[in-house]
């Protein structure tokens, strides 16, 4: 299996403009996660995903963040518009059990994104 | 919600010898424990865990212990390796269906 495939690796913006994250989970599984990761706080949950429907945004950090999961095998994160405290990467995961609960989360490579 | 607090930050280890890495959570229902292995350029990658009806698990080189009564647990490390060099993450599960990681342990072996 190819794991969880994010894009882009790397993305470097100017404060205002739209980015868009992208994440292809493993197939056949159930949940999806959005997680994003600083130096200050670390691995924050953001939203998570199971069977495709939004479960639990409540770490989604205001409403330039927006999370879709139109189909089993795709979702993205979109910041608008974007603002330099965004800087981070983030990172895609995917798991069997439902929310991830007590099995084994796979993560992406991550997308690290710098907003000048 | 849960909190989970981590360390040391940082830990220089010389081959061969042994890491301990701890780790603290608030929520007394939380009731897996899984640990991530990052490495530079990658994702987190789990390398083992333990639930909360026993006390020990152990993986080759690799052991966690769990003390639910003092709410820690710790991640030990023997016979150390440059490959073991790393950002460790604990993470505890709680009852509302979260995973929160701790803060990070920044792991280098010293050859």
């Known amino acids: 299996d190819a794991g969880v495939i994010q894009s882009p690796r790397h993305e470097v913006t100017e404060m205002g403009q739209e980015v868009t994250l992208r994440c292809k989970p493993i197939?056949?599984?159930?949940?999806l996660f959005w997680y994003r990761q600083t130096m200050m706080r670390g691995l924050e949950l953001l939203i998570y995903f199971n069977n495709n429907v939004p479960i639990d945004d409540s770490g989604m950090p205001e409403d330039r963040f927006s999370a879709k999961m139109p189909n089993a095998s795709f979702s993205t994160l979109k910041i608008q518009p974007s603002e330099p405290r965004d800087s981070a990467v983030y990172f895609c995961?995917?798991?069997?059990?439902?929310?991830?609960?007590?099995?084994?989360?796979?993560f992406g490579e991550g997308s690290r994104l710098t907003v000048l | 919600g849960e909190n989970v607090e981590q360390h040391p930050s940082t830990l220089s280890v010389q081959e061969g010898d042994s890491a301990v890495i701890k780790c603290t959570y608030s929520?007394?229902?939380?009731?897996?424990f899984p640990w991530y292995k990052q490495e530079l350029g990658k994702g987190p990658q789990l390398i083992i865990d333990?639930?909360?009806?026993?006390g020990e698990k152990k993986d080759q080189r690799i052991a966690v212990t769990l003390n639910k009564t003092a709410k820690h647990f710790s991640l030990h490390i023997t016979e150390t390796q440059p490959e073991d060099s790393a950002v460790y993450f604990c993470a505890a599960h709680d009852g509302n269906e979260k995973l929160t990681f701790g803060t990070g342990t920044r792991l280098t072996i010293i050859p």
């Open positions: 995961a995917s798991s069997l059990t439902p929310a991830g609960a007590t099995g084994e989360l796979f």
């Open positions: 197939s056949g599984h159930n949940s």
């Open positions: 333990i639930r909360s009806n026993v």
């Open positions: 929520d007394s229902a939380s009731n897996y």
